[in-house]
């Protein structure tokens, strides 16, 4: 029989010794946001409740205590059917947890951040060749929950981290409330007549927004082949890993994402995935912000299908032109890398990038 306590144990310090190991890759200010929701997630706190401060600041301190005892400790395997098993070897571990209704994730993220969760399986599907795992509870995670992960040919929703990862985009508009796309976004939802409700509404349609970039990622690999990620690693820790990862996110909504999107009409995710439309990306692509903002002005969905059009061609080029790049030049190839996406910025890309080193 599973002993699930164990393994939720293991698999909470392989994310501990993680945490450790990249707490410092956030800025100061994302460092803290992102431990208080670890905390909320930690203790089970709703998100409509106000964390207590004092509380928060003695557990900082605790975490960092405990990170500073871990940060040198090799991952540990996970004990299954009497096997010890790689905590990476993600399929072996799922083969003999789907079964009894969990799922598990071990892989890499940005900046090469090891990333492990477990969760109660809610949903297994199939889609183009692609196996799709819906998660709902969460018993472990790391510091940074992405909601969504690509490895091989599985791909990992993690309902759980979709939804506090909606809460911290409301949240943030609400500071501000400076977003239109995101104010239409959450307009679609009625947040303001019951918030439970809308954001499980939210959830629900964002889940499948990120289901549609995760099969945009895979088609992309389809296309651009194994040494797109030789490349990543190559410029791991860079500017220029930001860059070339922007570059291929970029083309996997071309591919994917926003054609079902448009597609379905789906006005609330369009709203949603330009309100999030930032950072490398838009300044990558400020056609794309051109193109929604002419949607919004003139109601006219002809605009966005035609970016989109016109995008798939243009970054897959692209992304082709990297990869050709990276295959001449090698590690050397960052300056041609950068004048290719910004030939008017002449400044070396290839230093680790710069992050305020968390406590």
Not at 89 to 98: H, S
Request: charged share 25%.
């Amino acid at each position: 029989m599973l002993n699930l306590g164990q393994l939720v144990s293991t698999v909470q310090k392989n994310c501990h010794i993680s945490d450790a190991r990249h707490a410092g890759d956030f800025t100061m200010c994302i460092f803290l946001l992102k431990m208080r929701e670890f905390f909320r997630w930690e203790n089970d706190i709703p998100f409509t409740r106000n964390l207590p401060k004092e509380e928060v600041g003695a557990w900082l301190q605790e975490r960092e205590g405990l990170w500073s005892g871990l940060e040198s400790d090799a991952f540990e395997s996970l004990s299954l059917e009497g096997r010890q098993l790689d905590p990476f070897d993600a399929d072996n571990i799922n083969r003999e947890l789907i079964p009894q209704g969990y799922v598990y994730s071990g892989g890499y993220g940005r900046f090469s951040k090891p990333h492990f969760f477990l969760g109660s399986l809610l949903k297994k599907e199939k889609r183009a060749g692609y196996t799709i795992y819906i998660s709902s509870c969460e018993y472990a995670r790391d510091l940074e929950a992405p909601p969504a992960m690509l490895q091989g040919k599985t791909i990992y929703i993690r309902q759980e981290s979709v939804r506090r990862f909606l809460w911290e985009k409301i949240e943030e508009w609400r500071w501000s409330r400076k977003n239109r796309a995101m104010e239409r976004a959450l307009d679609c939802y009625s947040f303001d007549l019951d918030v439970n409700s809308a954001l499980e509404r939210m959830t629900d349609n964002e889940t499948e927004a990120m289901i549609l970039h995760e099969l945009g990622e895979g088609l992309a690999g389809e296309k651009l082949g194994g040494d797109w990620h030789k490349m990543i690693t190559a410029f791991s820790r860079s500017k220029v890993e930001i860059m070339i990862r922007a570059v291929r996110d970029i083309l996997a909504d071309c591919l994917s994402t926003l054609p079902a999107l448009l597609a379905a009409n789906n006005t609330a995710s369009l709203n949603f995935y330009f309100a999030n439309f930032s950072g490398m990306r838009k300044h990558l692509y400020p056609e794309a912000t051109a193109a929604y903002q002419r949607w919004v002005a003139e109601n006219d969905i002809d605009v966005l299908r035609q970016l989109v059009n016109e995008g798939q061609r243009r970054w897959l080029d692209t992304a082709r032109a990297l990869l050709a790049i990276y295959k001449d030049k090698g590690k050397d190839a960052c300056t041609a890398i950068e004048n290719l996406l910004e030939p008017e910025t002449k400044a070396t890309v290839c230093s680790p990038s710069k992050t305020a080193s968390a406590p």
